[in-house]
């Protein structure tokens, strides 16, 4: 086998160059690739953004907050919806709020972790549900981490895996 394949680039004209071929290797596939992303995946990821926004829709805020715009952003293989809140309500509560609205929606519980900022504890907290192949994160930055919210709650695709 590798004789014939030696027997054919003999044979080919003077010219043959092998680095046009690899570059023309390289071209094709990139041009394949991007094709495939924009054709297949881009568009499943815009649905699956839009799913997402029903998901947060259909979840109940923590009364009495004051919540800053959606963010909602997608790739072609991952997609995110979040927004942040101020209140003056403490973790427990929230989380409590949460733990029930989240429950009733079909949400299971799956973790909670505890957030750093470059090595530093600020108090935050994570608070990690699962939902099919979504991941929703309660996230509390820390009563000392000057974020100027007091939580925030977002719903991710292919961000995060549920443990």
Do not use: M, Q
């Given at each position: 086998m590798a004789g014939k394949v030696i027997q054919i680039i003999q044979a080919l004209p003077g010219s043959f160059s092998w680095r046009r071929l690899v570059g023309l290797l390289l071209l094709?596939?990139?041009?394949?690739?991007?094709?495939?992303?924009?054709?297949?995946?881009?568009?499943?990821?815009?649905?699956?953004e839009d799913d997402i926004v029903s998901e947060f829709q259909r979840i109940r805020a923590f009364p009495g907050i004051s919540e800053f715009g959606l963010s909602r952003s997608h790739k072609s293989n991952q997609a995110l919806v979040g927004r942040n809140y101020f209140t003056s309500a403490d973790f427990q509560a929230i989380r409590g709020h949460y733990d029930v609205e989240l429950q009733q929606n079909g949400w299971?519980?799956?973790?909670?972790?505890?957030?750093?900022?470059?090595?530093?504890?600020f108090g935050g907290q994570s608070v990690i549900?699962?939902?099919?192949?979504?991941v929703a994160n309660l996230f509390f930055p820390g009563e000392r981490s000057g974020a100027g919210y007091t939580y925030g709650l977002d719903i991710s695709w292919n961000l995060r895996k549920c443990e």
């Open positions: 094709s596939t990139f041009v394949s690739f991007e094709i495939y992303d924009r054709v297949i995946r881009i568009p499943r990821a815009s649905a699956v299971t519980y799956s973790s909670i972790k505890t957030i750093t900022d470059w090595g530093r504890n549900y699962c939902k099919r192949n979504y």
